[in-house]
């Protein structure tokens, strides 16, 4: 047993009934092994819970959904039989039909693959602006950093729906415009945690050797700065993705995002609010579905920064 | 005390700045410049020295920078452009639309840190026990919800179908100040779910780490009443992430507002910057969005004062 | 709210010497089902006014949940048995209502954190008064006097700058005589002090542990002195009880348990101090701690202890060492052992092939 006189060591012991507790990790600067070894390897300690398994395969039933859209025994979500307006379910329309006597089941499912479709272009704005946002910020430091940053808290403090609104009204209503845009401003969130994954490594012994060795600051940054930026920059993506799925359909509501007569749950909600004593369903219905996505998504997130991230 | 205020405003001018700038490069997305929007699809009609003549006179074809410092200065002495829909200076259309939005805002920022902040205490005051639990399952329910959607099934339900509130219109507060209220209810309570959920989480969880902390054991083993305990203690520490909350509370609010008035009619901002989208009338959304980008930096700043204001430890940290 | 002293109880200070807290066959349990463990089983401790008693053991041996039973601050869920007597009133059958009248007015708790331990949004002296003015009765200036003379009591004498500041502007050590004081001015007689020196500075320590001894003496407190460090308890306490796995595995007076300890943990603990003199070839190794579940019957030391034998199969009781001394010791070879650690690094009696225990050993006691 070491001396009890020492004091680091009667610190690390003097918890007496906590004794259970475990010691708190320490900042861990050595060069990161492979990414995905890491992250195998990486536990704050618990599994993915049941909550967030539910999410899992919610979600996946939805991305399933919007895949096989397609090739799935459904109707045309196009196709409008005016004898049939605001049905309500029946067996060739599970879910009933809309105002126009469109298959109300095959437009939820084609207003997945739309959702999913803003939600990845989304992702993918999000972190092609704001990845290399943050390493430059990180990386180039001073001047570059003090600018970049400014920006980023410019963009941060903006309404992103207000902006959202401000960017289409110019570029025109499509969703790819729309996502884009929510993307780009989201980005300055992904841009702090990447900026702030840089900057521990940036002045370590091991990288100043490598770079005199001629290493450039790319490979340096995507074999000792991405691993470990890794686990929060998933955590908050998937945050981020869950609210672009609202975002989507808030744009695409306010006739901003998809444009008819495709499908949208947001679209479709619009449309059949005016309407609503007639046909309630085609009102509750996309936003059910928008929650549901929403919701599965937001878990998953937090059932993943459970166990990515070290407490 | 007046040292902080300095700082953060010194730290804070630089971002409405570059939020400017961000508002005054939308213009330049405009397909086909900003004569071509101003003109509508009329511009077949003229011709290309004509509308280089109007850009002179307009001054867009000066250097970017002359035309922002124009712009910028216009703005500061309360011109903020013309309407091309309507002709009319664009403060003139906007000025009457505040008050609705205003009180939609602040009418959710009050009821959901009231409720919310309630919530979150009882929260955490009951950790573990079913209060607790039913409180953090309901706010998580709270915050999947989308707004519109709330809004839409509320206003179609209670309003249209069981009659209880009036789902679209507004009565100005000028009329008939019961009447303003009835026409409020309903989408200030729903603006308030979702940020009174997410103020309610973030209440909780921070009393819940002040109660955990060495002073609160000690207050309880020198025999403090709880709700000495619970009221002075734990709660001076809460107060700092509902000062953090609000400026966050806006941003969110802010597009909830839009939303929600569009589908309760409210005449606001929010339904005049769709229309202004339709109209392609774009002084007007660039104003509002002008509008809004400096209120939360302004926000931002008086939150970040008042905290200061409030926590000692902060008050030296600046200090240094 | 203010001044709601103890009803029912008498305010007279107690007589030096006079036991004023006494734990009788404390047992506490937590946790349900397959994770329910025993803290502590069967614990007996007393405390007198003008004493000191020191608990020393390892982590995880129960000595802070002994302390926090006796205050009514174990965590919800937990089951607690036994007898806890304050002055007379039977602590453990009161529901927390009452209880709370107990705490700081009678029985106060100071702990390892010394900063952290107050409120880092109030000024000190705001907190002080909050805390007195519960307990005492008696206008603002009055219980403010008070105050200010519990500060000058643990030599704090500049109050006014104490009273007005945060505790992020004092020290480790300042902060920890704030609590102190603060328990002083809420009028308590009993301290139980959880490793109070383990966060400070080692010269700090030495102060705050004279000023514990002075107040002692004073004021006449009765002190449980919880630390790990021997070296610590040897410094302060009058009375020294030793706790392995939530029993009392030796007690007796401080001094001579550290000269002559009569139970093996104990001088394990002992040599685990490093000294000035002499050198050592290597610092003694204990093995890691057995787990609770499946553990064997018999004397719970059994399997890290050096002088194990065949008989330790039998749970010895806490008995008197020798008669007529108040020394306790829970081992059979209690007897063996003190005459052993009398030499210096005393090494186990070899018991022979057969694990025969030598003849000196009080085995005919049950």
Same mark, same amino acid.
């Given at each position: 047993?070491?001396?009890?006189?020492?004091?680091?060591?009667?610190?690390?012991?003097?918890?007496?009934?906590?004794?259970?507790?475990?010691?708190?990790?320490?900042?861990?600067?050595?060069?990161?092994?492979?990414?995905?070894?890491?992250?195998?390897?990486?536990?704050?300690?618990?599994?993915?819970?049941?909550?967030?398994?539910?999410?899992?395969?919610?979600?996946?039933?939805?991305?399933?959904?919007?895949?096989?859209?397609?090739?799935?025994?459904?109707?045309?979500?196009?196709?409008?039989?005016?004898?049939?307006?605001?049905?309500?379910?029946?067996?060739?329309?599970?879910?009933?039909?809309?105002?126009?006597?469109?298959?109300?089941?095959?437009?939820?499912?084609?207003?997945?693959?739309?959702?999913?479709?803003?939600?990845?272009?989304?992702?993918?704005?999000?972190?092609?602006?704001?990845?290399?946002?943050?390493?430059?910020?990180?990386?180039?430091?001073?001047?570059?950093?003090?600018?970049?940053?400014?920006?980023?808290?410019?963009?941060?403090?903006?309404?992103?729906?207000?902006?959202?609104?401000?960017?289409?009204?110019?570029?025109?209503?499509?969703?790819?415009?729309?996502?884009?845009?929510?993307?780009?401003?989201?980005?300055?969130?992904?841009?702090?945690?990447?900026?702030?994954?840089?900057?521990?490594?940036?002045?370590?012994?091991?990288?100043?050797?490598?770079?005199?060795?001629?290493?450039?600051?790319?490979?340096?940054?995507?074999?000792?700065?991405?691993?470990?930026?890794?686990?929060?920059?998933?955590?908050?993506?998937?945050?981020?993705?869950?609210?672009?799925?609202?975002?989507?359909?808030?744009?695409?509501?306010?006739?901003?995002?998809?444009?008819?007569?495709?499908?949208?749950?947001?679209?479709?909600?619009?449309?059949?609010?005016?309407?609503?004593?007639?046909?309630?369903?085609?009102?509750?219905?996309?936003?059910?579905?928008?929650?549901?996505?929403?919701?599965?998504?937001?878990?998953?997130?937090?059932?993943?920064?459970?166990?990515?991230?070290?407490? | 005390?007046?040292?902080?205020?300095?700082?953060?405003?010194?730290?804070?001018?630089?971002?409405?700045?570059?939020?400017?700038?961000?508002?005054?490069?939308?213009?330049?997305?405009?397909?086909?410049?900003?004569?071509?929007?101003?003109?509508?699809?009329?511009?077949?009609?003229?011709?290309?020295?004509?509308?280089?003549?109007?850009?002179?006179?307009?001054?867009? &074809?000066?250097?970017?920078?002359?035309?922002?410092?124009?712009?910028?200065?216009?703005?500061?002495?309360?011109?903020?452009?013309?309407?091309?829909?309507?002709?009319?200076?664009?403060?003139?259309?906007?000025?009457?639309?505040?008050?609705?939005?205003?009180?939609?805002?602040?009418?959710?920022?009050?009821?959901?840190?009231? *409720?919310?902040?309630?919530?979150?205490?009882?929260?955490?005051?009951?950790?573990?026990?079913?209060?607790?639990?039913?409180?953090?399952?309901?706010?998580?329910?709270?915050?999947?919800?989308?707004?519109?959607?709330?809004?839409? *099934?509320?206003?179609?339900?209670?309003?249209?179908?069981?009659?209880?509130?009036?789902?679209?219109?507004?009565?100005?507060?000028?009329?008939?100040?019961?009447? &303003?209220?009835?026409?409020?209810?309903?989408?200030?309570?729903?603006?308030?779910?979702?940020?009174?959920?997410?103020?309610?989480?973030?209440?909780?969880?921070?009393?819940?780490?002040?109660?955990?902390?060495?002073?609160?054991?000690?207050?309880?083993?020198?025999?403090?009443?709880?709700?000495?305990?619970?009221?002075?203690?734990?709660?001076?520490?809460?107060?700092?992430?509902?000062?953090?909350?609000?400026?966050?509370?806006?941003?969110?609010?802010?597009?909830?507002?839009?939303?929600?008035?569009?589908?309760?009619?409210?005449?606001?901002?929010?339904?005049?910057?769709?229309?202004? *989208?339709?109209?392609?009338?774009?002084?007007?959304?660039?104003?509002?969005?002008?509008?809004?980008?400096?209120?939360?930096?302004?926000?931002?700043?008086?939150?970040?004062?008042?905290?200061?204001?409030?926590?000692?430890?902060?008050?030296?940290?600046?200090?240094? | 709210?203010?001044?709601?002293?103890?009803?029912?109880?008498?305010?007279?200070?107690?007589?030096?010497?006079? !036991?004023?807290?006494?734990?009788?066959?404390? !047992?506490?349990?937590?946790?349900?089902?397959?994770?329910?463990?025993?803290?502590?089983?069967?614990?007996?401790?007393?405390?007198?006014?003008?004493?000191?008693?020191?608990?020393?053991?390892?982590?995880?041996?129960?000595?802070?949940?002994?302390?926090?039973?006796?205050?009514?601050?174990?965590?919800?869920?937990?089951?607690?048995?036994?007898?806890?007597?304050?002055?007379?009133?039977?602590?453990?059958?009161?529901?927390?209502?009452?209880?709370?009248?107990?705490?700081?007015?009678?029985?106060?708790?100071?702990?390892?954190?010394?900063?952290?331990?107050?409120?880092?949004?109030?000024?000190?002296?705001?907190?002080?008064?909050?805390?007195?003015?519960?307990?005492?009765?008696?206008?603002?200036?009055?219980?403010? !006097?008070?105050?200010?003379?519990?500060?000058?009591?643990?030599?704090?004498?500049? @109050?006014?700058?104490?009273?007005?500041?945060?505790?992020?502007?004092?020290?480790?050590?300042?902060?920890?005589?704030?609590?102190?004081?603060?328990?002083? @001015?809420?009028?308590?007689?009993?301290?139980?002090?959880?490793?109070?020196?383990?966060?400070?500075?080692?010269?700090?320590?030495?102060?705050?542990?004279?000023?514990?001894?002075?107040?002692?003496?004073?004021?006449?407190?009765?002190?449980?002195?919880?630390?790990?460090?021997?070296?610590?308890?040897?410094?302060?306490?009058?009375?020294?009880?030793?706790?392995?796995?939530?029993?009392?595995?030796?007690?007796?007076?401080?001094?001579?348990?550290?000269?002559?300890?009569?139970?093996?943990?104990?001088?394990?603990?002992?040599?685990?101090?490093?000294?000035?003199?002499?050198?050592?070839?290597?610092?003694?190794?204990?093995?890691?701690?057995?787990?609770? @579940?499946?553990?064997?019957?018999?004397?719970?030391?059994?399997?890290?202890?050096?002088?194990?034998?065949?008989?330790?199969?039998?749970?010895?009781?806490?008995?008197?060492?020798?008669?007529?001394?108040?020394?306790?010791?829970?081992?059979?070879?209690?007897?063996?052992?003190?005459?052993?650690?009398?030499? !210096?690094?005393?090494?186990?009696?070899?018991?022979?092939?057969?694990?025969?225990?030598?003849?000196?050993?009080?085995?005919?006691?049950?």
């Amino acid at each position: 047993m070491p001396s009890p006189s020492s004091g680091e060591t009667n610190l690390w012991l003097a918890s007496g009934a906590s004794a259970a507790e475990p010691r708190p990790a320490l900042q861990d600067t050595t060069p990161a092994p492979g990414a995905a070894r890491r992250l195998r390897r990486a536990s704050g300690g618990q599994r993915f819970g049941l909550v967030p398994r539910i999410g899992l395969v919610i979600f996946g039933l939805l991305l399933l959904a919007s895949l096989l859209a397609p090739v799935l025994p459904i109707d045309d979500p196009l196709q409008q039989t005016l004898s049939l307006r605001n049905a309500g379910p029946s067996p060739h329309h599970l879910l009933g039909t809309d105002l126009v006597g469109r298959d109300m089941l095959s437009r939820m499912i084609y207003g997945c693959r739309s959702a999913f479709e803003g939600v990845a272009l989304g992702v993918l704005a999000m972190l092609a602006i704001g990845v290399p946002w943050g390493l430059a910020a990180g990386f180039f430091g001073a001047a570059v950093d003090e600018v970049l940053m400014r920006v980023a808290d410019a963009l941060l403090s903006f309404p992103p729906l207000i902006l959202a609104i401000g960017v289409v009204s110019a570029l025109g209503p499509s969703i790819s415009h729309a996502m884009v845009t929510v993307g780009v401003i989201s980005a300055p969130g992904v841009a702090r945690l990447l900026r702030s994954a840089v900057l521990p490594v940036r002045n370590a012994q091991f990288v100043l050797i490598a770079r005199s060795l001629g290493v450039t600051r790319l490979h340096i940054a995507a074999r000792h700065v991405l691993p470990n930026a890794m686990a929060p920059v998933i955590v908050q993506t998937v945050a981020a993705a869950s609210y672009f799925l609202i975002v989507e359909a808030a744009l695409s509501f306010l006739g901003l995002g998809v444009p008819p007569p495709s499908s949208s749950w947001g679209a479709d909600m619009a449309s059949a609010y005016l309407n609503f004593t007639a046909n309630p369903a085609a009102t509750v219905v996309p936003g059910l579905a928008i929650t549901l996505g929403a919701w599965s998504i937001s878990v998953i997130g937090d059932g993943l920064r459970d166990v990515l991230v070290r407490a | 005390m007046g040292r902080i205020v300095l700082r953060r405003l010194a730290t804070s001018i630089p971002t409405i700045i570059v939020s400017t700038i961000l508002v005054f490069v939308l213009r330049y997305l405009l397909p086909g410049g900003p004569v071509q929007a101003m003109l509508g699809g009329g511009t077949g009609q003229y011709t290309p020295q004509q509308i280089a003549a109007i850009e002179a006179r307009l001054g867009l &074809n000066a250097p970017v920078l002359v035309q922002y410092w124009h712009w910028i200065t216009g703005v500061l002495h309360g011109n903020l452009g013309t309407s091309y829909y309507s002709q009319q200076p664009v403060t003139t259309v906007i000025a009457p639309r505040v008050i609705p939005s205003l009180e939609l805002i602040v009418g959710a920022l009050v009821v959901s840190t009231i *409720v919310g902040g309630g919530l979150g205490i009882l929260a955490a005051v009951n950790r573990g026990r079913p209060a607790g639990r039913t409180i953090q399952l309901g706010t998580g329910l709270g915050l999947s919800i989308p707004d519109f959607w709330l809004a839409a *099934v509320a206003a179609g339900v209670l309003g249209l179908t069981l009659n209880i509130f009036p789902a679209v219109g507004f009565t100005p507060i000028s009329e008939s100040l019961s009447g &303003n209220l009835d026409t409020l209810i309903l989408p200030v309570l729903v603006l308030s779910v979702v940020t009174g959920s997410f103020l309610a989480r973030h209440v909780s969880s921070a009393m819940a780490s002040a109660l955990d902390s060495p002073y609160i054991k000690s207050a309880w083993a020198m025999g403090l009443p709880p709700r000495k305990i619970y009221l002075n203690c734990a709660l001076r520490n809460a107060v700092a992430p509902v000062i953090t909350f609000i400026p966050l509370a806006f941003t969110a609010l802010v597009g909830g507002t839009v939303l929600v008035e569009n589908i309760y009619a409210i005449p606001g901002l929010g339904t005049e910057i769709v229309s202004s *989208v339709s109209n392609e009338d774009y002084p007007i959304v660039q104003a509002i969005v002008l509008l809004v980008g400096v209120l939360v930096v302004v926000l931002n700043l008086l939150a970040d004062i008042a905290l200061a204001f409030f926590d000692p430890r902060i008050r030296n940290a600046i200090s240094e | 709210m203010r001044g709601r002293g103890a009803p029912a109880l008498p305010l007279a200070a107690p007589a030096p010497g006079e !036991e004023v807290l006494r734990i009788d066959r404390l !047992e506490v349990e937590f946790g349900r089902g397959p994770v329910r463990t025993t803290a502590l089983r069967g614990v007996n401790l007393a405390l007198d006014a003008g004493r000191v008693l020191g608990l020393a053991g390892e982590s995880g041996c129960g000595k802070t949940t002994s302390a926090l039973a006796a205050m009514g601050l174990l965590a919800r869920g937990s089951v607690v048995r036994g007898s806890i007597r304050y002055r007379g009133t039977e602590l453990l059958a009161l529901p927390e209502k009452e209880l709370r009248h107990y705490r700081g007015r009678h029985l106060a708790m100071i702990f390892q954190e010394t900063t952290t331990a107050l409120n880092p949004v109030i000024r000190v002296g705001d907190q002080l008064m909050m805390a007195a003015r519960t307990h005492v009765p008696g206008g603002r200036a009055e219980v403010r !006097e008070r105050v200010i003379g519990a500060l000058a009591d643990v030599r704090l004498t500049d @109050s006014e700058r104490v009273m007005t500041s945060y505790p992020h502007e004092l020290s480790g050590g300042m902060c920890q005589r704030i609590i102190i004081a603060m328990a002083l @001015s809420c009028g308590s007689r009993v301290l139980f002090a959880d490793e109070p020196t383990t966060a400070l500075d080692v010269s700090v320590q030495e102060e705050i542990l004279e000023l514990i001894r002075g107040l002692v003496t004073r004021r006449q407190l009765a002190v449980l002195m919880i630390s790990h460090d021997l070296a610590v308890l040897a410094d302060v306490c009058d009375d020294l009880a030793v706790m392995y796995r939530g029993e009392i595995v030796e007690s007796g007076p401080a001094a001579t348990v550290l000269e002559r300890p009569a139970h093996p943990y104990t001088q394990v603990l002992l040599d685990c101090l490093p000294t000035l003199r002499g050198r050592r070839e290597s610092l003694p190794e204990l093995p890691p701690a057995a787990e609770d @579940s499946g553990a064997p019957p018999g004397c719970r030391y059994r399997a890290r202890c050096a002088w194990a034998v065949d008989a330790c199969l039998a749970p010895p009781p806490l008995a008197p060492v020798l008669t007529g001394q108040p020394r306790m010791s829970r081992c059979w070879r209690s007897v063996t052992v003190l005459e052993h650690t009398a030499r !210096e690094g005393g090494e186990p009696d070899n018991p022979g092939p057969d694990g025969a225990p030598a003849a000196s050993d009080n085995m005919s006691r049950d």
